[in-house]
């Protein structure tokens, strides 16, 4: 093992490349940050475990998961072309000894959550976090402080009610939502599975529900989906695809849109993500499909529907229940 840095550079990112030939990837992987990056202090290592100095220094050298990305693809057709078929892998310090492996040869998969300020890598899904992007709801509306002493012990999941894709459909979604009333949410899937999140998961508590009990423990989920329309042939074009289902919600026979399977996904990951940095339970509240009461509510851990505590003259049936049968079955609670 070599030295890498020796001097911190400031940043949050730490990238590092081991081919399967560990020296020849060094090189590589020196080279490209000394051509395409203007390193000024090379040298490289492969560490499993680095010790809290090297953390720091590895955590050091990006300044953002974009530019850690941005070094990978190219550190990637570097390595197309330098070595040919030599099996390499990207390896992803999170600073909680949590390793990403990427094994195939194409951009990084994964994404950073900000979790009572931390960045937490969650593998598998592109998380675009408000630290990076500056796209947050911004107090009072639809972002509070969670009180004191409050504990995240939920999450709460949601549709949209609209179908929103890309970039854009992120941006329409948080101008609407904070622009209209009190109405937040920290996370939101778009059609394709990407992630934005728009409030921290643990320090901001966001207006997703309006009961209290819920809304002070826990974590809001809005997931593109246009929900149903009386008339089928009234679904968006960006909803068409959707498989639809039945259920039986507040006694209701009901009819609903699924998520999407990339973002059913990226609820997978994220739920799972948060769950074992928060050391929240892997449980679904599912049936019988209707409101609890405050107690149920105040005492589940895990991840639940809207529909569970959707209070008032007019319950609601978001998001289905297919998201959660769906959950449930991934975490093999059938
Ligand atoms: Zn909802």
């Known amino acids: 093992m070599r030295r890498l840095l020796d001097k911190p550079l400031g940043g949050v990112a730490a990238v590092f ?50 530019a850690a990305k941005d070094f990978l693809e190219k550190a990637d057709s570097e390595a197309r072309q330098t070595i040919k078929n030599m099996p390499h892998v990207y390896t992803i310090y999170d ?3 949590t390793m990403a492996h990427r094994p ?47 504990v995240v012990d939920k999450i709460t ?3 949209t009610g ?7 459909g992120a941006k329409d979604l948080l101008r609407n939502m904070s622009a209209r009333r009190d109405a937040g949410c920290h996370i939101f899937i778009e059609n394709g599975g990407e992630v934005w999140q728009f409030a921290d998961l643990v320090r901001d ?46 006694k209701w026979r009901t009819t609903h849109a699924d998520y ?38 105040r005492a589940f851990k895990g991840v639940h529907a809207h529909l569970h505590c959707a209070l008032g003259e007019n319950p609601k049936t978001c998001p289905g229940t297919g998201p959660l049968d769906a959950l449930a079955a991934s975490w093999g609670l059938d």
């Open 157 to 159: 999941l949601h549709s």
């Open 162 to 168: 609209s179908e929103r894709v890309g970039a854009k």
């Open 17 to 66: 490349i081991y081919p399967s030939n560990v020296e020849e990837g060094l090189e590589l992987f020196t080279r490209v940050l000394a051509e395409d990056y203007g390193a000024d202090l090379l040298g490289a290592g492969h560490w499993l475990e680095p010790d809290e100095a090297q953390t720091e220094l590895l955590f050091g050298y990006f300044k953002s998961v974009e």
């Open 205 to 250: 508590m966001t207006t997703h529900v309006s009961h209290r009990v819920v809304k002070v423990a826990s974590i809001g989920f809005e997931v593109s989906n246009y929900q149903w329309k009386k008339n089928h042939d009234d679904a968006p074009s960006a909803g068409r695809d959707r498989p639809k289902y039945e259920a039986t919600i507040h």
């Open 95 to 97: 600073g909680d000894k």
């Open 104 to 150: 195939e040869h194409s951009t990084l998969h994964g994404g950073y959550l900000i979790i009572n300020g931390e960045r937490v890598f969650v593998p598998g899904v592109t998380i675009h976090n408000f630290v990076d992007t500056g796209m947050r709801f911004i107090q009072p509306r639809g972002v509070h402080p969670r009180p004191a002493g409050a």
């Open 260 to 297: 999407y399977p990339a973002q059913q996904a990226s609820v997978l990951a994220l739920c799972t993500a948060i769950c074992d940095h928060l050391v929240i339970p892997k449980q679904v509240l599912r049936a019988p499909w209707r409101v609890r009461s405050n107690k149920t509510l």
